[in-house]
């Protein structure tokens, strides 16, 4: 048996590691010694999903691809925390760190590309160290910094408007910090994005909190030893004391040019992934430069390494690389985005194909060349991004009827059949899985379950957006033999029980706060991305008595009011029923004048919108309107709209107008897994469109009264549906309280009542709740009962604050 060659990777990241994965799956672990260099301290780990460390949702241990261990288990010598110094080509040697050197046969170059920092006044200290408070965005130690800074800090700047900056953005908003994007171009994310489109994920992050600065150099870094904040080349300052540089990446060549290789904006290589200067070299991922482009997304990666894997294991040596279509779908801050092929039209006879709507965020622009998708950008609404992918990859010819590659036609079961898909189409962009290799997964038998085709597989695992059709793939190859995933039962994450089982747990165990649930049911160890759901469902079991760390609530229940994109505050006082008088409108009115509000609105639930208002004016603005708190900040009963009923109205046959009134009277306040909106109509005409509200009541011939459960008319519209038909206002409030309870004990966090309906079923929810099937109605009645009288108006806290520091704004707002 012949000696194994040597093969040198240099490069522990994404490309590099990836390329020896691949190399073993193909049997390459019987042709080479592997040698590995990495310049980090660890294993290879996902550099997609550190937005989501920053931010909270992942922990570092869970961003891991191979830990150290993995590399001795597979034979491989990994230099980890070794930086390779030079390239002998002479010798075919690679020199690392003073005293390594490693003989090679075959030598790939994968070091990937490092932030591009720009020439900026004030950047560095005499030392040649960065400022204290300037941060960049690449590694697991950078976000160590950044979290570890951000404890003490007011406000950050994200210099750079790009996917990585926008990612490190949306980290320091989930860490409490008032976020800043300061970005050189005219729009966001020029590089995949047109200029509406661009104008539109604006609107949609300053929504989010963010506050974003267009056409900005960045010419100096105030502050002496420390960053005190941001000048601009236009004159104009920003004070800050932390700055994050994400304006880009440069492809890491220094190491292949210093060895005489070919290097342009990357080491250049052929179509057979190698350098044309030396047979025994070749060059993979954000380094590599192919046929004049650099790529910079994971997908083309996965590509180069699959093609190189199959040359160098000598299972198909007549591998070419030819390039890629380039496509991706991901999420910016939470907001979907599937990109592919061109983004303006290149040629005369291109057509273009868009639909915006500006105020849910959604921008679809299909690009048309000859009757095939030379292009597409969908923001906000990925769900046709599967199906037009499939006719970019296939060149497919597309239907004369344009709308069906937008939205799905009435009357279509799916907006995607996983069966018509090829197996070598790619599902996970973030982790470079195929459907193949999905359903070669499900079919060995251990992966019946979407959790363990995600962890057996890591598809879905990045920025999660590709999780349906991992789902549908599931369900095509599985043949039924599905097995049920418990976690998808859990209330929160972090708590591994679904919610009867959790409540039962915190009642057994009088668990009052979110601290002692985690102790208690989570080992000690505390989910960020639970808190906030265990503090409302303490709330509901415990009512008055339970303990409120306000660290665990979102800044909106903290303070009792709804926080907008610049850090001020809406206030909108309870109008019960929408009916109110000349006098509240008077102290509204100088309210408003008092503390210039910079906007006062009606709302669509009847109430009047206070907008602008400062976290240190939040006490004094309660105190002098002297109404109570509408709740529009929280997941819980927001208003009861009502139209005039029998008292003014012709068609009226039901007093709606009192109804409303005690309908919110006895139920404002009660929390629940989603915000609830009611309505109350006085007839069928329904004006206050009573039957597509989470609960509502119509009034019908005879004085008698139908219940609607279930009903939305917003992103999703729904009539509700009759859960029974009453004769008198009590009974209004009877069932309406037995079905809240019933919703707040076992609707999912965050679940709407129109999905809850739709889960349980009508049918069930009638037996449960009018038959009393199971007997359960005199305690549901109990229960809701129990939860009106432990109300509280927050707003009293204007006089009894909850803590000192209540409502202190370290964050100066944005002055109107």
Request: proline fraction near 4%; charged fraction near 25%; charge should be neutral.
């Amino acid at each position: 048996m012949s000696a194994k060659q040597r093969l040198i990777v240099i490069g522990n990241g994404m490309a590099g590691a990836r390329l020896v994965e691949d190399l073993l799956a193909r049997g390459g672990g019987d042709k080479y010694e592997i040698v590995m260099f990495g310049d980090e301290p660890y294993g290879n780990y996902n550099r997609i999903l550190l937005s989501g460390v920053l931010s909270g949702t992942h922990d570092p241990k869970e961003i891991f691809i191979n830990p150290l261990s993995w590399y001795l288990e597979k034979g491989i010598r990994l230099h980890s925390d070794v930086r390779v110094s030079a390239i002998d080509r002479e010798r075919c040697q690679v020199l690392g760190g003073d005293t390594i050197t490693e003989p090679y046969d075959q030598l790939v170059i994968a070091t990937g590309s490092r932030p591009f920092v720009p020439p900026i006044e004030g950047l560095r200290l005499d030392s040649g160290r960065f400022k204290e408070g300037v941060f960049l965005f690449r590694t697991l130690q950078d976000c160590d910094g950044i979290i570890k800074f951000a404890g003490r800090c007011r406000k950050a700047v994200v210099i750079g408007g790009g996917l990585l900056g926008l990612e490190a953005a949306r980290g320091l908003l989930n860490l409490g910090v008032e976020t800043h994007v300061v970005h050189l171009m005219s729009h966001l994310m020029e590089v995949q994005l047109d200029g509406p489109a661009g104008a539109v994920l604006k609107n949609t992050l300053e929504h989010l909190g963010v506050q974003v600065h267009l056409e900005k150099l960045t010419t100096a870094i105030l502050g002496n030893d420390e960053v005190k904040g941001l000048q601009f080349k236009d004159g104009t300052t920003l004070d800050c004391d932390m700055v994050v540089i994400s304006a880009g990446i440069r492809a890491n060549s220094e190491l292949a040019q210093a060895a005489g290789l070919k290097v342009e904006r990357g080491i250049v290589v052929n179509d057979f992934l190698n350098c044309p200067d030396d047979p025994k070299i070749f060059a993979v991922g954000e380094c590599a430069q192919h046929r004049g482009q650099v790529y910079g997304l994971v997908a083309p990666l996965w590509e180069q390494t699959a093609v190189l894997a199959d040359r160098l294991s000598g299972r198909n040596p007549q591998a070419v690389y030819s390039g890629s279509k380039v496509s991706t779908k991901l999420k910016v801050m939470g907001v979907e985005l599937a990109v592919m092929g061109d983004k303006q039209p290149r040629e005369r006879e291109d057509e273009e194909v868009s639909y915006v709507e500006r105020s849910r965020g959604i921008y679809k622009k299909l690009i048309i060349r000859n009757g095939q998708l030379a292009g597409a950008i969908l923001l906000g609404d990925s769900l046709r991004a599967a199906s037009l992918h499939q006719y970019f990859d296939q060149g497919s010819e597309l239907p004369e009827n344009r709308a069906e590659l937008l939205f799905p036609m009435t009357g279509e079961a799916k907006p995607l059949t996983m069966a018509y898909v090829p197996d070598s189409a790619q599902i996970c962009n973030c982790n470079g899985v195929s459907k193949g290799r999905l359903v070669q997964a499900i079919q060995s038998g251990c992966c019946r379950s979407l959790k363990s085709l995600c962890d057996a597989t890591r598809a879905g695992t990045g920025c999660g957006s590709c999780k349906p059709q991992v789902q549908a793939i599931l369900e095509m190859a599985s043949d039924g033999l599905m097995v049920e995933d418990p976690s998808a039962h859990y209330y929160v994450p972090g708590i591994p029980l679904a919610k009867p089982a959790l409540i039962q747990a915190i009642k057994e165990q009088g668990l009052r706060s979110v601290s002692a649930v985690f102790e208690a049911l989570a080992g000690g160890r505390e989910d960020a991305g639970s808190k906030v759901g265990l503090a409302s469902l303490l709330k509901t079991v415990w009512g008055k008595d339970y303990d409120d760390e306000r660290d665990a609530r979102f800044i909106n229940d903290r303070v009792h009011a709804n926080v907008q994109k610049d850090r001020t505050f809406s206030v909108i006082p309870r109008i019960y029923g929408g009916v109110t008088s000349a006098a509240e409108l008077r102290r509204i009115a100088d309210v408003a004048e008092k503390y210039s509000v910079p906007m006062v609105k009606i709302t669509g639930g009847q109430r009047i919108d206070l907008l602008g208002i400062s976290k240190e004016n939040l006490p004094k603005v309660w105190q002098d309107l002297g109404m109570p708190s509408g709740h529009a900040y929280t997941k819980a009963f927001r208003t009861c709209k009502t139209c005039v009923g029998t008292e003014f109205c012709r068609y009226g046959v039901g007093d709606s107008t009192t109804l409303g009134i005690q309908i919110e009277k006895r139920f404002q306040g009660i929390e629940s897994p989603h915000k609830m909106k009611l309505a109350a109509a006085g007839c069928p005409r329904n004006c206050s469109e009573a039957t597509t509200k989470d609960l509502g009541a119509v009034a019908i011939e005879g004085g008698r009264w139908e219940i609607y459960i279930g009903g939305a008319a917003g992103s999703r519209v729904r009539k509700g549906d009759i859960l029974c038909v009453v004769d008198t206002h009590q009974e209004v409030l009877k069932f309406i309280g037995r079905f809240m309870q019933y919703y707040r004990e076992n609707g999912k966090y965050l679940e709407r009542t129109y999905d809850f309906v739709e889960r349980i079923g009508i049918e069930r929810l009638r037996r449960l709740l009018v038959d009393d099937s199971e007997g359960i109605c005199p305690r549901l009645d109990e229960e809701i009962q129990a939860a009106v009288d432990a109300y509280a108006d927050p707003w009293q806290e204007a006089v009894h604050q909850a803590h000192p520091t209540q409502f202190l704004d370290a964050l100066a707002p944005v002055k109107h």
